[in-house]
């Protein structure tokens, strides 16, 4: 299998909360080109679907993760909540036992958003 694109489509029944908290909040690249709200990460895309048989929040957030993997998971938290203090934290910024950081938003949906930074190479 040859893969061209990955995207992440996200429903939900509030498009445009669920854009500003990855366009605004996140500070995701928004891409112009669709129609729906789509925003650029690492070569592919996250696409904000108002669907029709979605309504409320996610049941099961841990089911599906959205994982952002930065250089520096503290700076970034502090920047997302400085920016809206107003986002909900499941997990604070915590170093996990294979080395690496870890911290988990939730989006306006409910869905897990991680933010990621690897051990550094030594």
Known sequence: ?????????VGTDQPEAMA?????????????????????????????????????????????????FVDDV?????????????VRVHREPERESWGGEVATLLDPDGNFVQLLELVADE
């Open 74 to 86: 503290g700076s970034e938290f502090r920047r997302v909540m400085s920016s809206d203090p107003s």
């Open 20 to 68: 500003r908290f990855y366009g605004e909040t996140l500070g995701l690249q928004r891409v112009s080109k669709f129609r729906d709200p789509v925003f650029e990460a690492a070569g592919g895309f996250i696409r904000i679907l108002d669907h029709s048989e979605i309504s409320g929040p996610t049941v099961e957030p841990a089911r599906m993760q959205i994982n952002l």
């Open 1 to 9: 299998m040859e893969v061209r694109e990955l995207t992440i489509m």
